[in-house]
């Protein structure tokens, strides 16, 4: 930590001194090289860490220079009103770019982006106000008290003020309750939306992130140049942003950064051989995506990584999963009427009907197990309980609300958590940074306290993190904050979704096979994980395979047969029933191959084979 | 109505090209899920390499079409090899790769050709044909002829031959594919390198058609990926029918709109797409969790 201090003190001497040590034409090319590297902060927040293909940087950071070029210069702006002005353009175009966000991802966002980015070069060559091919020059030097900022030297400033500003509130953001969602968003839309995270907001904000980012840029460019015109703002550019961005490292703002101003940098000392050098950047893209698609950022992890394996490791050895501690037993739930109400849902995938008028209730403090053969619809239920597939018909009442049509971060909010039969863990968060998205249960619209509030932010991540701490404590997983999850054993992987699926403090936990693939001894850790859940205060339901399980957790189990409610009652009352039998051992496949009568329930002999 | 028809016809011609972009470019992404943004500069590449045999080499045009398409082949070759450890693992790196490799083309097509482009002529010179009123110039009919072609041809390759059906397999589920003994590598190489061949296609076709120089690329591959998408990703009817649509739309904001005619495609195109994101053939894709 100290360190830490130290290199980044030594490092704003190092920039307020290096004015002093350099030519005219270097200074210039420093001075581009930050507008560079802002740029490049944005796109980092929206590709590396948010996860949105944006590849209409280029235009917003178009919109700031030329909504300052055409106020100054047309409708007799001064400079800071122009470029107040000019931030909230570009911010609002971040909005309509955003847009298509909500409806497509991946490489769609990519094509839909470049096609506006595109569009916007287009419309600056050819209209009237933008000054056509030519541009616009003559825009004012902006004005500041005492310091002529027609100077180079002192722009330099002025840039390294407001870039220095962007870099500390870009990781703020990146390591705080926003930039963590972000990043779960990134990993696992669903998931993420799971555990209360607004994706529609969330992907706007990543636009208006980048947005804001490109508009300070552009600014800060029609200040310095002095003159905009359509070729600094080319899809060429876009694509050597682009590389900036990938080669210094997406998912590191500060990699970004060095990516920005290394690339800026080369490019200007190969200036007369351009071609070559864009041949020899596009090469190192490809070789990068290849060979390392963490960027340069992720270099010195990857050597660390290689060192550990040469010389063995040491540290880690010791780290175990620790017992559970369980819960302290809450009062008896005094709800009135069920906690959960599905009446006659049916959902329809095309012709496929998953789900056939099935009425299930739970009541609040029950361990509820939901058996089936495969492809019964029992994932299709959770799925329409937790707000992933909305029904086709029929209603779903959660604590007395109906929540038919509620999206899962309604839900999540409304206190329904579930867990994933393929495990869904944000990959690049850390188990902690897993477990501290779940424990966030603010709205999105709190993010008004990054613009206005910052101490607001920090008393509450400071909470968060006392908070993350004990649920780790509480489910063993200390020593296993800061590791990634997929580096963990599957059983505990397991563990650390319920532990996620806990940390958002739900009335409703839906498990869907929590036993799947786990061990002897880790079944019974389960059943006394679940068990100590529910005595929390904490309703239950589970999807399981592993009979044995489901017979001594639930004190009532449904079974669901091609969509179909086929039995419900303890779990005697179930085995006996003979459309279960049937279900599970094909009555009549059986004696049309000439077979016995099915075996009788006293032998629950599916239940026996899953346990073992 | 005259005028309807000849901004109908026109944008039938460059449909006809931005259909065999789209086409080429569904192939791969069908096959194995790359959306592959170097392929507009493979077809600018094409482009080019049709004309230096056309004009420079003096060449039939009908040879410097098939010479150019077995050059871009080699280069598709080479992309997918270079690519072929991050496929079907990170979608998007894969994407930002080909960006990389559309980068190089376009220093490479400068290095080669400099940066000032050149008109190629057509290699038809009948006079335009009269039909009903409209003016349909011949070489129009000839690009639209070519693209019939190949999609017939390209549908044929894919439902009736051993290596087309094998193809199919790697599409639907590349891990059953390689469990009844199909090189996946190999299916997906042939996949890259007869899109890069449709690409060199549609390259050589508009020539003639469009000034040929490095930024060629990019106007023709957008609107690529745009009927592409508009005709449903991956989807070979989508291709023609999205590239149709594009062109269409294409020469009708051109007329209407003049000097802000990308823009007005773009928006009307993005609208497009926002109300019905998986395209006109495209399947809705269920999210599991």
Known sequence: MKSRITAVLALVVAAGALPYGLGSYTIHVVDIALIYALLAIGMGLAMGISGQINLAQVAFFGVGAYCVAILTTNNGYGFWAAAVLAVLATVVTGLLVGIPALRMQSHYLGIVTLGLALGFINWITNADISGGADGISGVPVPTLPGVDLSSEYLYYYLEAVVFGLGLVFGLFVVHTSLGRRLRAMRDDALAAGATGAEIPL???????????????????????????????????????????????????????????????????????????????????????????????????????????????RTSDDRAELRPFTPYTPGPEPSQDGPLLQVAEVSKDFRGLRALDEVSLTVDAGEIRGIVGPNGSGKTTLFNVVSGFYRASAGTVRFAGADTTRA?????????????????????????????????????????????????????????????????????????????????????????????RAMATRPRLLLLDEPAAGLNGEEVQQLVRIVRSIRDSGTTVVLIEHNMGLVMSLCEKITVLSSGKVIAEGTPAEVVAAPEVIEAYLGDSDLSELGMSAPPSAERPSPAKEATS | MQETLQTLVGGLSLGAVYALVALGFSLVYRTMGLVNFAHADIAMIGAYAASTFYLTAKLPFALAMVLSILITGAIGLVIERVLRPLENKDFDLMLIGTIGFGIVLQAVAILIWGTTGRAVPSPVRTAPLDILGVRVRTYDLLVMAVTALAVVGLGFFLARTKRGAAMQAVAMDHEAATAVGIDVGRSNALAFAIGAGLAALAGGLVGPMLYVDASLGGALGIKGFAAAMLGGFGSINGAVVGGILIGVLDSYTAGHFQGYSVLATFLVFTVAIMIRPMGIFGERTVSRA
């Open chain 1, 202 to 312: 969330l992907r706007m904000t990543a636009f208006v992130l980048a947005s804001l980012y490109g508009g300070l840029a552009g600014i800060l460019y029609a200040g310095l140049i002095r003159y905009v015109a359509p070729e600094t703002f080319s899809l060429g550019n876009m694509f050597i942003l682009l590389a900036m961005v990938i080669i210094g490292g997406r998912r590191s703002l500060v990699g970004c950064v060095v990516g920005a101003i290394g690339l800026t940098l080369v490019r200007e000392w190969l200036s007369d051989f351009s071609t070559y050098a864009q041949l020899g950047y596009g090469a190192v893209v490809v070789l990068m995506v290849v060979f390392a698609p963490t960027g340069l950022a992720g270099v010195p992890a990857r050597l660390r990584d290689l060192y550990r394996r040469r010389f063995g």
């Open chain 1, 407 to 499: 999206r899962p971060y309604a839900l999540s909010l409304a206190g329904v958590a579930r867990t994933f039969q393929n495990l869904r863990l944000f990959g690049q968060l850390t188990v902690r940074e897993n477990i501290l998205v779940a424990l966030d249960r603010t709205r999105t619209y709190t993010i008004w306290q990054y613009a206005l509030w910052q101490p607001g932010v920090i008393r509450r991540e400071r909470r968060l993190r006392g908070a993350a701490q004990s649920v780790l404590e509480r489910y063993g997983l200390v020593d296993f904050a800061e590791a990634a999850p997929a580096s963990l054993p599957y059983g505990i992987q397991r563990r650390i979704e319920i532990a």
